[in-house]
């Protein structure tokens, strides 16, 4: 564990980064790649808490704006989320590492309903959490989950895989002078409404003193690398 900073970790994975070029679906040959590299910290004695988003699949009030509902739209986007969990485990297994999924509403024909203690329990014995379903109510984005679920678990950092390489100033696709950040306080990202992720995630993470790392998934070994202290992609933290 000597080369490792961060010990307990939860780590965010979007949806859309799982589904590679075609925007949807599932990519397995980067879904094989994201379990090797969340194998590797495993191997290192990390252990890994894991919130994918459903994006892939359908993303809430994002496509149902207009036309449902928000709480039934927000509704699937949760079953989203535990379709990509089931089929992380299930890759997971394939390279030898043990996985859980518990989720935040009761399906227990499909997976475990999350309490703190079951996945403290879990990461203790070295297998890795996927905790699905978002936070279990509308309204909450998966970002806002994830961090929820770090503060619970007390990881050491929040990683935030993004298909981006970090947080900038601007959209750098739409802005080519776009400021890229390496570091930057909470405060600074609320008072410049910062596009990293949602308000209430950082808020949460705020008030809870987490570490946070914003960086590209797509970045060769960028898993194992922010585990070890590589300091790529934006770190966020109330103070440096």
């Known amino acids: 564990m000597s080369d490792v900073k961060y010990k307990r970790i939860l780590l965010k994975v979007s949806g ?23 194998k590797e910290c495993v191997d290192m004695g990390v252990q890994v808490g894991l919130v994918i988003g459903g994006g892939n699949f359908w993303r809430g009030v994002k496509n149902g704006a207009g036309k449902l509902q928000r709480s039934h739209g927000d509704a699937m986007g949760m079953l989203a989320t535990v379709m990509n969990a089931i089929a992380v485990a299930d890759v997971l297994g394939q390279h030898g590492v043990d996985a859980r999924v518990l989720t935040a509403v009761e ?7 999350f309490t703190r203690d079951t996945a403290e329990r879990y990461l203790n014995e070295g297998k890795v959490v996927l905790f699905a379903a978002g ?4 309204y909450f984005s998966t970002d806002t989950g ?3 679920r770090g503060v619970e678990i007390e990881a050491d950092a929040v990683l935030m895989a993004k298909n981006i390489d970090a947080i900038y100033s601007a959209d750098p696709k739409k802005d080519p002078n776009a400021v890229r950040y390496s570091q930057l306080t909470y405060a600074k990202v609320l008072e410049d409404n910062l596009k ?10 705020m008030d809870n003193d987490m570490t946070m790392v914003c960086f590209g998934l797509d970045e060769e070994n960028s898993i194992v690398r922010v585990v070890r202290g590589e300091a790529i992609g934006t770190t966020v933290k109330n103070q440096f």
Do not use: Q, R, W
């Open 135 to 138: 936070t279990g109510n509308p």
């Open 146 to 148: 994830a961090v929820l």
């Open 16 to 38: 859309e980064a799982l589904a590679g070029k075609e925007g949807t679906g599932l990519d397995f040959s980067i879904l094989h790649n994201v379990c090797a590299s969340i």
């Open 196 to 205: 990293a992720t949602d308000i209430t995630a950082m808020a949460l993470a």
């Open 107 to 113: 399906m227990n024909k499909f997976a475990e309903y």
